[in-house]
């Protein structure tokens, strides 16, 4: 199995449990399909940090009809290299666009979802694929439950 660890995105964030919109682990479903990363609790406007060192590559969009939600893509370098990251639901920080960051390094704040999913709990998105396969991230993290 893989070796690697991260850090979490976001302060004391846990996993989100089931809310009026459906629960946020690894694997949930999603309709005709299941959840490819992990929802992080979290409050808007809070820092979200770089999981892991990284080439902070570019902005990632969510939603192709929606251009107020948005992420940061990150390809993994270092103890890191193999792994991108997707981090939705974020503002990003336009300052290390471009740049390698280590991990803990704010990489932008949480946006808030209550336009698009009224009722849900507000939470980073985040999704991780070593060697170009998706992969459960609570492992990586110690302190995600």
């Not at 004391?12 to 299941?34: I, K, L, M, S, Y």
């Not at 609790?41 to 902005?59: E, G, I, N, T, Y």
Request: net charge negative; hydrophobic share 40%.
């Amino acid at each position: 199995m893989f070796k690697y660890s991260m850090i979490n995105p976001v302060d004391a964030g846990t996993v989100r449990r089931c809310d009026c919109w459906g629960e946020g682990h690894f694997g949930a479903p999603r309709g005709g399909r299941t959840h490819r990363g992990v929802d992080i609790v979290a409050r808007a406007d809070a820092p979200v940090f770089s999981p892991m060192h990284a080439l902070v590559v570019r902005v990632a969009e969510p939603y192709d009809d929606d251009a107020e939600l948005s992420g940061v893509l990150l390809q993994g370098i270092d103890a890191h290299t193999g792994l991108e990251a997707k981090l939705f639901y974020v503002l990003p920080d336009l300052a290390p666009m471009g740049q390698c960051v280590r991990a803990g390094t704010v990489i932008g704040c949480v946006q808030s979802l209550q336009a698009r999913y009224p009722g849900i709990t507000d939470h980073v998105h985040l999704e991780v694929r070593a060697q170009a396969v998706h992969i459960d991230p609570v492992p990586l993290i110690a302190d995600l439950s």
